[in-house]
């Protein structure tokens, strides 16, 4: 994990978040959606989701893991389960997609601007 604090702006912000890239980790099963061990998108800026150029991500695979994104993008309490899990299950039980949220960047933001 890079863990630089870094403002685009040159603004200092009131408030940390991390951006996010979450790689396709495994797939346990057989490919139905046709995703590949190594595929992966980056959540950055808070709500700017990217991928590669030419590439695709399953959106099953992505709802998925979605509901926890915002949660790993903030500093978690000691001893939260969140803080130590990084693997995410797509629900496709042909396919056993398994994720990973790493943490690349942290970034300092004006909550004003995201409200």
Known sequence: MEDTVGNDDGDDGDMELYDLRVVVDRI???SVCGMK?????TLENS???RLPDGE???VYALASVLPFLAAKQRDLAEGDWLARDTLFACP??????VMRVERTHRRRMNSADLT
């Open 47 to 49: 709500a700017h989701l």
């Open 92 to 97: 496709d039980p042909e396919e056993r997609l």
């Open 56 to 58: 695709h991500f399953c």
């Open 37 to 41: 061990v190594g595929d992966r998108f």
């Open 28 to 30: 346990e099963g057989r």
